[in-house]
């Protein structure tokens, strides 16, 4: 079996699997964390509402199509011009929204436990309210590009990003803001709020505390284990772009590219499971 028939063996069957873990387990988030007050009224469980309902529909984009273009040869992506921008703007949006709000919890986390008083009262709903709105508009803003950039030449009949410019500008997006900074943000804060209990002896023995933590503490460890090889093989493609490569190294590399950029559905599916 050649490598090709493994990746479209693998994008079946382990992205359906995904694809059914995630929107079970994220629409399980979705109801136990709008339907009880106390849920929808912490900011930290808020954030993370907003990030399974962000994963829900990154989900059903990307995986979805990714599973019948790849496992059945049907990409309606090269047919239609209207999905395939759709597409691609809709993954910008949901991928950035996920992201974010998953760093935003881990940040109300050390607001939340902070001896200083002021540093609490930035724990609060009105607040968390209010950033998501502005990240919900910034990310609808942002992902704006695809709608006129991507498009499908006759030449190769695949939706393709056609401007220079902001080609060059979505490996450093991909890099920094749903990869490095998210990274980054979790295990500062997350250190910082783990040390804020430390020195606390009630708050380490708060029992919707440590699930909240252990929840932000998962999804520190999601995203080092399956969005940073993802984001080092982007790298490596990037660098290694004008190099020339034979037959065998360009179906390894595909074949890695798969592989990886299949994980990283895991973090959309499975962090909703603590």
Known sequence: ??????????????????????LLGNSLNVVVFSSTRTYRTTPCTFYFLISSIANIGFLLINLTSRIVSVGFDFDLSRTSVHWCRARQYFIGVFGLISFTCSSLASIDQYFVTSKHVHFRRLSNIEYAYRITLLIFTISCLHAIPCLIYYDIPQMTNTCVLMNSAYAKYIPIYSLSLTCFCPIIVMIVFSYLAHRNIQSTRVLAEQ???????????????????????????????LKTAGDFKDTNRLINESFASIVLALLTYVYYAVSSFV
């Open 1 to 22: 079996m050649s490598l090709l028939d493994i990746s479209q063996q693998l994008t079946i069957y382990i992205g359906l699997f995904l694809l059914i873990f995630g």
């Open 207 to 237: 029992q919707a505390g440590r699930q909240l933590r252990k929840m932000t503490l998962f999804h520190v460890v999601l995203v080092i284990v399956v969005i940073l090889p993802y984001s080092i093989n982007t790298i490596y493609l």
